[in-house]
Each structure stands twice: as C-alpha cells, then as structure tokens.
C-alpha cells in the first residue's frame, strides 16, 4: 500500500513538473491546420487521391489487365482517355487500379518501418549498455548502404513479387528510423522530468509509456510521413527494373517501365504514371514539411 502511495504520488508530482510545450492541444493543432496552406493543399490532394484509390475499380472504363489487340498505342481520346499501351489496354484504367496499389505499399512498408524502426531504436536508448551497442553497430552497417540497394538485395533473395518490395521496402528503411528514435528517446530520457520519476520511485514502464513515447511520438510522426514519399519512389524503382510488381499488374513503376521503350512514339505512356508519382509524393512531402511545422512546439500560439 505505501508503496502504491509513492507511486500515485510520484506520479503526479512528476505531471507537474513535464514541459506542456511537448503536448499539442486538440483545437490548437485544427486551428493551426486551418491556417496552414501547405497543410491544407496536401491534405485534400491526398484525401482526393485516396479516394480515387478506393473508387477507381468502379469508375475505371476497362479492365487494366485486358488486352485490346485493335487499339494498340493508340493516343488519349474520348474513348481512352489517356491513350492505350502496346497491347491495348486502356491507360486510365490502370493508373486507377495503380493508385490503390501504390498507396497499400507505401501504406505497409512504412508501417514495417515504424513498427520495427521504433521498437529497435526505443530499446537501443532505454535500455543501453550492451544491447544499445549491438543494435546501433548493426544499423551502422545496414546505413552504408544505400536503401534501394538494400531493398533491391533483399527481393533478389525473397523474389521479385510486390509483396516482397513492400517487405523489402520497409526493411530497407529500418536503419535510419532506428536512429531517429534512438536520438529522440535519448533527449527525452536525459530530461530533468524523467530523472524526478525515477528518483520517485516510478517504474521503467510507467516512464517509458507515459512519458517517453508522447513526446517522441510527434518526431516520428514527422519522419513517418516522409518515409511515405521515398517508400512510393522506392516502389515505383523496383517496378521499373522488374524487382516489384510483375506484369500485367498496373503498377505505376511497372507502367513507367513498360512505357519507356515507347517514349518516342507514345509518350503519354510514361508521362501520365511519372507525372501521378511526382505529385503524390510531392504532396506527401509537403504534408511531411507542414506536420513538421504544426507540431513544433515553438510555434503552439
């Protein structure tokens, strides 16, 4: 029973003493979305493109994977509206069945980064000693190389199959996210707050769930979201070598790779799936920058 009192009592003396300024208020956060162009801008461009993701097999004209071998390389017209391919299959069609492709993979292969980029990097920091040592050099060895080649490595050895560049994806990216939350828990752990709670007598977990993950959420959030952008951009490589999705799946990169033996003589072919992954990850990248800004605590009034 004392102990449980020390315990509650630490507990609130320690609430006390945290900073507000790593907490963003509900209303404060919508106000300064509102205000936000950036913000604004990416968020409904990527609402209208997630929307489209789960809308486009309804609104698509054809089926993305038919061939229509009387209408090959023709251009956009009222009856395709961004043209055919080599084998006649309408263009638009697939840039609608490839945009919910697109975002599922970057869905999941930052949500593999996330999970596992936290866990490890929390851990190297909370915990120290040996194990921070351990982890850290691994992901030092894992940073020499260059993610995409990493990614391309790994699906050499699984096999090339979009399930496997959405696990290579997000593998790739675990390094750099370890590290981002390895340094984000270390500040958090070296605070006076924390040092008060466990002078208390609060437990490891209580501080690593109530007072080391809220405040590190918010760093991670924005790294999230740019992760999102390369892991789109990572994904449309691998397609464009033939490591991600094989065809006939209507997958941007896949796309991009088809088109260019056809750049010269049907050019919407590349231009249409380059031009959709240049503005979503544009977008995704602006919301990345604007998150980034929202949630600085020097910028809460």
């Known amino acids: 029973m004392a102990n449980q009192m020390v315990q509650s009592s630490s507990q609130g003396v320690v609430e006390g003493l945290r900073p507000q300024a790593g907490s963003v208020k509900k209303n404060g956060v919508v106000r300064k979305v509102m205000r936000n162009t950036k913000a604004k801008f990416s968020l409904a461009f990527l609402l209208i493109i997630i929307v489209i993701g789960i809308i486009g097999p309804l609104i698509a004209q054809d089926d993305p994977t038919k061939p229509h071998y009387d209408a090959l390389l023709q251009g956009p017209s009222a009856d395709h509206l961004l043209g055919t391919d080599a084998m006649g299959r309408d263009v638009f069609s697939r840039m609608l069945y490839g945009t919910r492709i697109t975002l599922i993979v970057g869905v999941i292969a930052v949500s593999i980064t996330f999970v596992l980029g936290t866990l490890i990097g929390v851990a190297s920091a909370f915990i120290g000693g040996v ?49 981002v939350a390895r340094g984000a828990t270390l500040s958090i752990k070296s605070s006076g707050y924390v040092e008060a709670s466990r002078a208390l007598g609060s437990s490891n977990g209580w501080i690593l769930w109530n007072q080391i993950m809220p405040n590190i959420m ?25 490591l991600g999705a094989q065809p006939p799946t209507p997958e941007w990169g896949t796309m991009l790779s088809e088109g260019k033996e056809y750049i010269r003589d049907a050019w919407w072919l590349a231009t249409f799936p380059g031009l959709a992954v240049t503005a979503v990850v544009f977008a995704v990248n602006m919301l990345g920058d604007a998150v980034r800004d929202i949630l600085d605590p020097k910028s809460l009034n």
């Not at 918010?218 to 033939?242: E, K, P, Q």
């Open 131 to 179: 194990l921070d040592n351990i982890l850290m050099r691994i992901m030092d060895i894992l940073l020499a190389l260059p993610s995409i080649i990493m990614a391309m490595a790994i699906v050499a050895i699984l096999g090339p199959s979009l399930a496997n560049a959405m696990i290579a994806i997000g593998i790739s990216s675990i390094p750099s996210f370890a590290r």
């Open 218 to 242: 918010s760093t991670l959030l924005v790294y999230t979201t740019l992760l999102i952008g390369i892991a789109i951009l990572d994904t449309a490589a691998l397609g464009f070598i033939g």
